[in-house]
């Protein structure tokens, strides 16, 4: 049998990490229900895990969901509103002859590939997700939303609105009846969600289904391509590597994952410490001792995933940038010259899978992070599986 490809064993790590800071909240449900079903009044299963079902779908729209379509909103606004710096590439002219060939050399139609070239003064080539905005009426309220969020005297009005009705509601008698306002009321309420679900429908058919990834070349990327042109097209090569994976996109959901998988972690590990036994003193010793080691273990491995899967993307994209030897040597002398300028982890890491052909031992929190993601899922499931198969009393809450 022959061995993975290095980039085949990369592309692997990438999807376990995602796989441990996703696998909390997808347990969320199973673990939830499985203390749903115990107590004096225990509920069916299916109801049990349909409630915690929706229950986990809610709080995944409200801490990583809600936020990245926010984000989604404002960058499209800003994004806009620079444009004026930005001018599509003419592939036709001689000067941008080099770098259209070495996108035809890696399988890229440049016809296609919405790239833009800049009078940037750093000169680095970006591979960027540009979001874009409901059409119509929808996306002009969006543009609307984004700029009031922009101004702190909104925030402020607001704040001070809400501080002044907590304190004067229950002395001030409104002029008219309340119950006169329950139809108006349930109107309003129904056409924000009809609103609502229709802004979330374009946000992810424009940038997820149908993504605009638009590839940002400084003009002084042609001089580098002329002066050094192995290291240039080694650096493009890396480029091209995110744009055919889908990388901009990926960042974007590492900067709001995370935080659902953390708020899984502690989920999972009190109900799976709400259904262990503690009815004496030993029990309740070892019951406590498995809370803090699977809460540790779950917060851990989400810590050291969501470090790592930067690293691996970006070594996944050395790996397929460096065809031969003689590009992998420039790339290497590239990431030591940024290393002795501005030192970090992740450029070592880079390093070291470069000098030894991306076929040594994976960075050094992986094995780590697959341990703790490990005794995090045996100290979660280990209890729901008892519950189910009845191994462990429905002991009440």
């Known amino acids: 049998m022959t061995a993975p490809s290095p980039v085949r064993r990369l592309r692997r790590a990438e999807r ?28 069916s299963a299916p109801v049990a895990i349909g409630g915690t079902a929706l229950l986990a779908v809610l709080l995944l729209f409200a801490l990583t969901l809600g936020p ?17 710096g930005l001018h599509p590439v003419d592939w ?3 000067g941008w002859a080099r770098i259209r060939d070495t996108f035809h050399a890696a399988g890229v139609d440049t016809e296609r590939l919405n790239a833009v070239s800049s009078w940037s003064p750093v000169s680095n080539l970006k591979v960027l997700h540009v979001p874009q905005r409901s059409p119509g009426r929808l996306g002009r309220m969006e543009d609307w939303g984004a700029r009031l969020q922009r101004r702190k005297s909104v925030w402020a009005a607001s704040a001070a609105a809400g501080v002044a009705f907590a304190v004067l509601r ?12 329950l139809i108006p009321g349930t109107v309003v309420v129904a056409v924000l969600w009809v609103a609502a679900g229709t802004f979330i429908y374009h946000a ?18 042609r001089t580098l391509l002329r002066s050094s042109p192995a290291t240039g097209a080694v650096l493009l090569r890396h480029e091209i590597s995110h744009l055919r994976h889908g990388d901009p996109m990926r960042r974007r959901y590492l900067a709001h994952v995370p935080g659902a998988g953390k708020f899984a972690v502690v989920f999972d590990s009190v109900t799976a410490l709400g259904i262990t036994p503690l009815e004496t003193s030993g029990q309740t010793i070892a019951s406590m001792s498995a809370f803090v080691i699977t809460l540790i273990g ?3 491995a989400n810590s050291r995933a969501h470090r790592l899967l930067v690293t691996l993307i970006e070594t996944r994209a050395d790996a397929e940038a460096a065809t031969d030897e003689e590009s992998a040597r420039h790339l290497a002398a590239f ?5 002795a300028t501005a030192p970090t982890v992740q450029k070592a890491d880079r390093l070291r899978a470069l000098s030894s052909h991306w076929t040594g031992r994976r960075p ?18 280990a209890p729901a599986i008892g519950i189910w198969t009845g191994v462990l009393d429905r002991a009440p809450l």
């Open 16 to 43: 376990t990490c995602w796989v441990i800071l996703l696998a909390p909240v997808c347990a969320a449900p199973v673990t939830g229900a499985s203390v749903m079903t115990t107590g004096d009044e225990p509920l």
């Open 68 to 84: 990245l379509i926010n984000e989604w909103r404002s960058a499209s606004l800003s994004g806009r509103e620079a444009q004026e």
């Open 92 to 94: 036709s002219k001689k």
């Open 170 to 181: 229950d002395r001030v008698s409104l002029p008219f009846d309340g119950d006169g306002l």
């Open 204 to 221: 992810f058919a424009l940038n997820v289904r149908r993504p605009t990834v638009q590839v940002a070349i400084p003009q002084g990327w």
């Open 298 to 300: 779950g917060l851990y």
């Open 335 to 339: 990431l030591a010259r940024q290393q």
């Open 364 to 381: 050094a929190p992986y094995p780590r992070a697959v341990a703790a993601a490990w005794v995090f899922a045996v100290g979660t499931c």
